[in-house]
């Protein structure tokens, strides 16, 4: 399962709901793909995509939040399942494109690759409705289910460690931020 | 606990004047009365954390929300949060709070405070992160209110840093 080919199944899912995204492959996946307003991209701060997920889930609780994150920055932000699960937001999906490899950074394999569950991790921090998919009919129907749910959900995708060869897009990281916060804005106007 | 109960409430109040909703705590002697006070406070939404970076997420998504924030946290924690600080909330332009208890500075009894203490000061000039004291209940208010002005005209974090003088009210 490559992590284009999921993204690309659940693009249409994406047009309600608030983006965080981690830097590198996710990121510049999800802009070939077609960029929204709606969509953040965190292009540093390994970690923080997900507890940049909790303050906007727990500020905007009527507002569904995605976020795509990856293995590595997880394993550095491990405390943050924690926290995640101490205020269990029901409106926010957290997927984890496990890899199993810091790819642009030369590919070189993170724990998952030597047996660290990042379901059990999150599981165990205390995230009940939790699933590790392989294929990607389970993903769709397991990120679907996860959008219905009205619970915090975690969604370990193992996928292939293959991604685009540059990393740098023509969003501007300011523009790209300026413009998420005015989405935001707007249709609390609304 | 000398920690003053008093001096605890001005500060609260003073963010709370400044319309700050959210705050992201991990606990430290001195921010004791402050965060029971966030907790008993319905009108705050409180976030405890693992461990202090993650508040720069939080705090930064708040903001996106449209809602003032502020993170609470021993100046250890600012030293922890240093990556965030500067890949997210200078990187991206948040004007992010922070109230640090600035440990380890003249007067504190606990060695293993001491290093931060003295490091603490220099490292914030080094990141170009303007600070003020907050060291009389009198100008509290006012010096948080500036630091929130400053922060959200500049787009950047400022940091108040909360003193022994105000906080510690020694046994005699």
Same mark, same amino acid.
């Given at each position: 399962?490559?992590?284009?080919?999921?993204?690309?199944?659940?693009?249409?899912?994406?047009?309600?709901?608030?983006?965080?995204?981690?830097?590198?492959?996710?990121?510049?996946?999800?802009?070939?793909?077609?960029?929204?307003?709606?969509?953040?991209?965190?292009?540093?701060?390994?970690?923080?995509?997900?507890?940049?997920?909790?303050?906007?889930?727990?500020?905007?609780?009527?507002?569904?939040?995605?976020?795509?994150?990856?293995?590595?920055?997880?394993?550095?932000?491990?405390?943050?399942?924690?926290?995640?699960?101490?205020?269990?937001?029901?409106?926010?999906?957290?997927?984890?494109?496990?890899?199993?490899?810091?790819?642009?950074?030369?590919?070189?394999?993170?724990?998952?690759?030597?047996?660290?569950?990042?379901?059990?991790?999150?599981?165990?921090?205390?995230?009940?409705?939790?699933?590790?998919?392989?294929?990607?009919?389970?993903?769709?129907?397991?990120?679907?289910?996860?959008?219905?749910?009205?619970?915090?959900?975690?969604?370990?995708?193992?996928?292939?460690?293959?991604?685009?060869?540059?990393?740098?897009?023509?969003?501007?990281?300011?523009?790209?931020?300026?413009?998420?916060?005015?989405?935001?804005?707007?249709?609390?106007?609304? | 606990?000398?920690?003053?109960?008093?001096?605890?409430?001005?500060?609260?109040?003073?963010?709370?004047?400044?319309? =700050? %909703?959210?705050?992201?705590?991990? +606990? $430290?002697?001195? !921010? @004791?009365? *402050? =965060? %029971?006070?966030?907790?008993?406070? +319905? $009108?705050?939404? !409180? @976030?405890? *954390?693992?461990?202090?970076?993650?508040?720069?997420?939080?705090?930064?998504?708040?903001?996106?929300?449209?809602?003032?924030?502020?993170?609470?946290?021993?100046?250890?924690?600012?030293?922890?949060?240093?990556?965030?600080?500067?890949?997210?909330?200078?990187?991206?332009?948040?004007?992010?709070?922070?109230?640090?208890?600035?440990?380890?500075?003249?007067?504190?009894?606990?060695?293993?405070?001491?290093?931060?203490?003295?490091?603490?000061?220099?490292?914030?000039?080094?990141?170009?992160?303007?600070?003020?004291?907050?060291?009389?209940?009198?100008?509290?208010?006012?010096?948080?209110?500036?630091?929130?002005?400053?922060?959200?005209?500049?787009?950047?974090?400022?940091?108040?840093?909360?003193?022994?003088?105000?906080?510690?009210?020694?046994?005699?």
């Amino acid at each position: 399962m490559q992590r284009l080919e999921c993204l690309r199944a659940i693009y249409a899912n994406l047009d309600d709901c608030l983006v965080v995204s981690i830097m590198g492959a996710v990121a510049c996946e999800l802009q070939s793909l077609g960029h929204r307003e709606n969509f953040f991209y965190l292009q540093h701060a390994m970690g923080l995509a997900s507890s940049t997920g909790l303050g906007l889930a727990l500020s905007l609780p009527d507002r569904k939040v995605v976020v795509f994150d990856g293995d590595g920055s997880v394993l550095m932000n491990l405390g943050g399942l924690t926290t995640l699960a101490r205020y269990h937001p029901r409106n926010l999906v957290h997927v984890i494109f496990d890899n199993e490899s810091l790819l642009s950074v030369g590919g070189f394999p993170t724990a998952t690759a030597t047996g660290t569950n990042l379901e059990e991790i999150a599981r165990g921090a205390g995230i009940s409705r939790t699933a590790t998919v392989r294929a990607l009919h389970e993903f769709t129907a397991a990120f679907e289910s996860a959008m219905q749910a009205d619970e915090l959900s975690c969604l370990v995708a193992k996928v292939e460690a293959v991604g685009p060869s540059g990393y740098v897009t023509d969003l501007a990281l300011l523009e790209n931020r300026f413009q998420f916060q005015r989405h935001i804005a707007k249709r609390r106007l609304k | 606990m000398p920690v003053s109960q008093t001096n605890s409430r001005v500060v609260y109040s003073a963010l709370k004047n400044c319309g =700050i %909703r959210l705050v992201s705590v991990l +606990p $430290e002697t001195w !921010l @004791v009365h *402050l =965060i %029971r006070m966030a907790e008993d406070d +319905p $009108e705050m939404t !409180l @976030v405890r *954390l693992a461990k202090e970076e993650e508040g720069v997420g939080v705090s930064a998504g708040a903001h996106f929300a449209g809602v003032k924030s502020a993170m609470l946290m021993q100046n250890h924690g600012f030293l922890a949060s240093i990556n965030g600080i500067v890949s997210f909330a200078q990187l991206y332009r948040i004007p992010l709070l922070m109230i640090v208890s600035y440990r380890g500075h003249f007067g504190e009894r606990d060695p293993w405070q001491t290093q931060g203490g003295s490091v603490t000061e220099p490292l914030l000039r080094a990141l170009g992160i303007p600070y003020a004291f907050l060291d009389d209940p009198l100008t509290v208010e006012k010096r948080i209110a500036e630091a929130q002005t400053w922060a959200y005209a500049s787009l950047h974090p400022a940091a108040l840093l909360l003193t022994r003088q105000l906080m510690w009210e020694e046994p005699r």
